[in-house]
Antibody
Framework: EVQLVESGGALVQPGGSLRLSCAASGFTVSSNYMSWVRQAPGKGLEWVSVIQSGGSTYYADSVKGRFTISRDNSKNTLYVQMNSLRAEDTAVYYC?????????WGQGTLVTVSS | QSVLTQPPSVSGAPGQRVTISCTGSRSNIGAGYDVHWYQQLPGTAPKLLIYANTNRPSGVPDRFSGSKSGTSASLAITGLQAEDEADYYCQSYDSSLSGWVFGGGTRLTVL
């Protein structure tokens, strides 16, 4: 059974950093396209970043240069390192598996950026 | 402002049929990229409802159907049930952004 479990969400001050994790089971992360998608409170879904099975990475303009997506094959885990956080980064962050679309979603982890 | 445009809300009585539109542009839906639909029940993660324009994952009732034409797509729900009350999002790929794009979401209210 495919499972995705996010962790690492927290309250952080503007300008701070945070790393989110997404532990996968039931499949191999490195063989799949893996994405981060976020949802600000009361708002819609926003794609953040993708790491392709071949290792190429892409980012939304809103996070480019501040966020870094990566994976640890030995732990079968996806990460996103978030630096220079802003109030507008406040959201539930979901990890998802899929190339053209999100076949599977995690339950999400909340990141709040506030002083 | 979302790249894909959806109506903010739709409503219908139990048993009725509703449709939700999703309008894109030449760099996403109009470029031939597939459209996918997700259902998000209150307080939960999104769930894949329709993929590749018209296909239902296992377990999704055939009351849900999708279509695509030109730069737009639609989700139709027939035999509306109270449990269908949720937010619905369309999604595609955009070649100019090199990533997924979503609609702003449509809240379905079952009257």
């Amino acid at each position: 059974e495919v499972q995705l479990v996010e962790s690492g969400g927290a309250l952080v001050q503007p300008g701070g950093s945070l790393r989110l994790s997404c532990a996968a089971s039931g499949f191999t992360v490195s063989s799949n396209y893996m994405s981060w998608v976020r949802q600000a409170p009361g708002k819609g879904l926003e794609w953040v970043s993708v790491i392709q099975s071949g290792g190429s990475t892409y980012y939304a303009d809103s996070v480019k240069g501040r966020f870094t997506i990566s994976r640890d094959n030995s732990k079968n885990t996806l990460y996103v390192q978030m630096n220079s956080l802003r109030a507008e980064d406040t959201a539930v962050y979901y990890c998802a598996r899929g190339a053209s679309h999100a076949e599977y979603w995690g339950q999400g982890t909340l990141v709040t950026v506030s002083s | 402002q979302s790249v894909l445009t959806q109506p903010p809300s739709v409503s219908g009585a139990p048993g009725q049929r509703v449709t939700i539109s999703c309008t894109g542009s030449r760099s996403n839906i109009g470029a031939g990229y597939d459209v996918h639909w997700y259902q998000q029940l209150p307080g939960t993660a999104p769930k894949l409802l329709i993929y590749a324009n018209t296909n239902r994952p296992s377990g999704v009732p055939d009351r849900f159907s999708g279509s695509k034409s030109g730069t737009s797509a639609s989700l139709a729900i027939t035999g509306l049930q109270a449990e269908d009350e949720a937010d619905y999002y369309c999604q595609s790929y955009d070649s100019s952004l090199s990533g997924w794009v979503f609609g702003g979401g449509t809240r379905l209210t079952v009257l």
